[in-house]
């Protein structure tokens, strides 16, 4: 998978004016967007979700993967990246707004419980409070054996496990500008209720 020339450009035109909100020195590379994915089962029926997707690399690995662009929802802050993806991804559910805002945007719309979540979110950029309370909000709407996916460049998790979840290592991806680490957030067995 190789990111098309319009990926880049329209990458690093918003890392250069949006730096704290990109991110990335980098776009994400093709080892981590399939780790990523992998992660993600798409036999647990209801939508998956994109936090942050940018210019779409994980949601390229997602659709690889074999999840229908139906089931695709992409939540996406940056207007230059909204339209980026509704020209790349016809098909594709993308929202307007914010991830922090994600029960208010998932309530609106009268959406059903999410089977996966892939946030390419930088959490470690913004307080670790809003962190902890984006993952406790995205566990809440997950479907029982759906996981919270959530890449960082630090060696520890961006957010700690908020009460009735674990968080663990999936894997380091020493391949990917910079290595990262890829962790899987998921509500403890006996916390496995959808929220209504």
Do not use: C
Not at 34 to 53: F, N, S, V, W, Y
Not at 54 to 74: D, H, Q, S, Y
Not at 115 to 124: D, H, M, T
Not at 155 to 183: F, H, I, M, T
């Amino acid at each position: 998978m190789k990111l098309s020339s319009g990926s880049t450009i329209t990458f690093f035109r918003n890392l250069r004016r949006r730096p704290r909100n990109t991110g990335a020195i980098l776009p994400s590379g093709p080892v981590l967007a399939k780790t990523m994915a992998a992660a993600i089962d798409p036999g647990i029926d209801g939508p998956i979700l994109e936090l942050g997707p940018g210019t779409g690399v994980f949601t390229k690995a997602l659709l690889e993967r074999g999840v229908a662009p139906e089931r695709l929802i992409l939540i996406e802050f940056n207007a230059d990246f909204v339209r980026f993806l509704k020209s790349r991804f016809p098909g594709v559910t993308i929202i307007h707004g914010s991830a922090f805002d994600l029960p208010k945007l998932w309530k609106e719309r009268n959406l059903p419980a999410i089977a996966g979540i892939v946030s390419g979110l930088p959490l470690l950029n913004f307080p670790k409070e809003l962190g902890q309370q984006l993952i406790t909000d995205s566990l809440a709407l997950l479907q029982p054996g759906g996981q919270y996916v959530q890449f960082t460049y630090a060696q520890r998790p961006s957010v700690p496990a908020p009460a009735g979840a674990e968080v663990n290592l999936l894997k380091r991806v020493w391949l990917n500008v910079p290595p990262a680490s890829v962790w899987i957030y998921q509500k403890k067995a006996d916390s496995q209720s959808v929220a209504a």
